[in-house]
């Protein structure tokens, strides 16, 4: 029983904070113009030296930008970038982007 709850608490901690900040895609396309010069403006970008932001997975793009944030992912393009985002602007891009068309088909 003991082990079972703490099953339950390892996995909630790990799926809530997550899904606590779906971020507001509507908002995220306004935020997201100066992502535009290299990501392009659905996220499809305009070099190989950019990565594809389009299609790709919401908590993805999320953690990836708290990481360029907290300085775990290193890029001194991104780190300014994302230096006066909020989480809740972080959401709504990683909203915007997530729910464009990527390069795969979505199953």
């Known amino acids: ?3 079972q709850r703490w099953l339950w608490t390892g996995a909630l901690a790990f799926i809530l904070p997550m899904s606590a900040v779906a971020g ?3 908002d ?3 935020k997201s113009a100066v992502c535009a010069a290299c990501h392009g403006q659905t996220g499809q970008s305009v070099s190989p030296d950019f990565p594809n932001l389009g299609g790709q997975h ?3 793009l999320y953690r990836a930008l708290l990481d360029y944030k907290a300085g775990h992912r290193k890029n001194p393009i991104m780190a300014a970038q994302v ?5 809740a602007d972080m ?3 990683a909203a915007y982007f997530a729910a464009q068309s990527g390069l795969f088909v979505k199953r």
Do not use: I, P, R
Request: proline residues 0%; aromatic residues 4%; negative net charge.
């Open 1 to 3: 029983m003991k082990t």
């Open 24 to 26: 507001n895609v509507a």
């Open 28 to 30: 995220g396309k306004e």
């Open 58 to 60: 919401e908590d993805y």
């Open 83 to 87: 230096e006066n985002l909020s989480k």
């Open 91 to 93: 959401a709504d891009l």
